[in-house]
């Protein structure tokens, strides 16, 4: 009985995997919106009936691929910081940079899945708290970087800056708490908005907001800058 639910499961296993990876390959053609288990269904040689047994909605299917996005962008950035970490674990400017740019390789060579991820809101879908294990991946490896160079004094950024408002102080300690992010109030608030920073940058170069701008050949030179400024406001320097 166990050799056979557990050749079921592996049945079951590669028709979700079929399904996705379907899946995204619509993802690039319709967009989040426009995706259809229907279509999907079709594609496979399913009739509608049957793929439903395997996701039971439209917005079952968005969830697997968000937290399949998410979980490669964290796998990504846990694998940079890695290799990078082994060079020099107190390279935490390096370090920073290294995440940085896997999180820019990953989204450039899977443009429809960041816009998943990171574009506009999908009308009528709320992702679930399933979501939140792989959404928060990359962001625990840059608490960790900068936690880290904190313990190790190494944090140092080019200031003044205005301290962070009190009225966020209760936000900034549920970050805290949820990333493990042992600093002050004021290095996560700059923290933050080198995050929002990074996003920022990687989402204008997909999206398509640097054409005419910055050309294709000088961006990743240009982005390298911007991360080292990042990497500075939140204090870690070379």
Known sequence: M???????????????????????????????????????????????????????????????????????????????????????????????????????????????????????????????????AAAVRDTVVFARIVTEAHAAGAIDPDGPFPPAPLSIAGDLGRVRAIVDMDVPDDVIARALTAWAGLYGTVGFEVFGQYDNVIGESARAGYFDHTMALLGRLIGLKP
């Open 2 to 132: 166990s050799a056979v639910r557990t050749a079921r499961e592996r049945v079951r296993a590669e028709l979700i995997r079929e399904i996705t990876q379907t899946a995204r390959r619509h993802l690039a053609t319709e967009g989040a919106a426009g995706l259809s288990l229907r279509a999907v269904a079709r594609e496979l040689g399913m009739v509608s009936s049957a793929i439903y047994r395997y996701v039971p909605s439209r917005d079952d299917l968005l969830t697997m691929l968000i937290i399949d996005g998410y979980n490669a962008v964290g796998e990504a950035v846990e694998r940079a910081d890695a290799r990078c970490a082994k060079g020099g674990a107190d390279d935490f400017a390096g370090r920073w940079l290294a995440v940085c740019r896997a999180v820019r390789e990953w989204a450039l060579a899977h443009p429809h899945e960041y816009a998943l991820l990171y574009g506009s809101p999908v009308p009528g879908y709320k992702a679930p708290d399933d979501t939140v």
